[in-house]
Structure formats: C-alpha cells, structure tokens
C-alpha cells in the first residue's frame, strides 16, 4: 500500500469559539488555554462536522476551433459550516445577534473571529480567521418532541489582504 495512513483524519472531538472583538489574541500554542474573551458555542453535531464550501467564478478561454487555452478565476468566497446543539449566549450571538434572554430582534450580524478545534487523542488542529467570519446564513431552527433544536451556522470567511484566510496550530502528533 502507498501512502501514508497516519496524515488521514478521523477527529473524535471539536469545538468552535467565538470572539466578538477581533483584536483577541490567538492562544500562544496549541497546549495553551483560550482566554476569557473566547466564547465557546457548545456541543456540535459530530457527524454533521466542519464543512467548508468554496464558490468562485470561473471562465474558460478558447482559440478558434475549440482549444481551450486559458480558464481565469474570481471571486472567490469560504465559507465553514457547523451545527450547534445548544441554546446558550454565545449560539444565540450568532443567531440572534443583538438580541436579550426577554426580546429577539432582527439579526444584525457583525464580523466575529472564529477559531475552529478539532482533536483525536494527542492530535490537534486549530483554525483562526485570520480577519474574520460573518454570518452568512441560519438553517431552518425546528423545535420538536422527538428531535434535538439544532443550529446549523454558515459563517462566511473573509481573507486578509495577503489573500490568507486562517492560521493554522497543530501538534501534527498522531495516536494510532
């Protein structure tokens, strides 16, 4: 067999946190704590995971006779989306942002940084926005008798002017 089954990733755990204002500093390592003014959303829907979706405009160019010559590429667009199982301030920031525990108002939403965590035994990966996300878009919300109220959060990624859109920590350890 080729390859090298050790770089393929199966994540046993995750967390998302959120920091309202984008001067937060980044945890100095991936051994070290978030600070205080890192939120944590909560519990996650694990098979739901991380899904990152990519848009661009792309254009083929041809020569007479059908050649494809060149294809250009703009405007590209992240985005990372997750599910979030629980109702608490941090969840309802994202979803309602603006609103109290007694009002909810119209969502206004403003640019977050967002550090993605994932883990399996010693392993572990961190993702921060590098400027920040933004709300692109909420699910359907159901309340139901035989099904947990879920949060399906799509955040749009906006890259710095460098084009980077995160900064990556990981211990890059592997436990078989």
């Known amino acids: 067999m080729s390859g090298d089954p050790s770089k393929a990733s199966l994540w046993a755990d995750a967390d998302v946190y959120i920091a309202d204002d984008l001067t937060t500093v980044n945890p100095a390592t991936v051994a070290a704590a978030y600070s205080s003014e890192w939120g944590l959303v909560g519990l996650l829907n694990g098979e739901d ?35 979030a199982l629980e109702d608490n301030e941090v969840v309802r920031g994202l979803v309602y942002p603006g609103s109290t525990a007694t009002e909810i108002v119209v969502p206004r939403h403003g640019p ?54 995160f900064d990556r920590q990981s211990t890059d350890e592997v436990t078989p």
């Open 49 to 83: 995971g991380f899904e990152e979706g990519r848009d661009e405009d792309k254009s083929d160019h041809y020569a007479w006779g059908g050649i494809l010559i060149r294809t250009s590429r703009k405007n590209f667009k992240m985005t990372k989306k997750f599910t």
């Open 112 to 165: 977050k940084k967002v550090s993605f965590e994932v883990r399996d035994g010693a392993r572990t990966e961190r993702l921060f926005t590098r400027r920040y996300a933004e709300v692109d878009s909420i699910a359907t919300i159901k309340d139901s008798e035989d099904a947990l109220k879920k949060f399906e959060v799509t955040l749009a990624i906006y890259p710095d002017a460098n084009g980077v859109l």
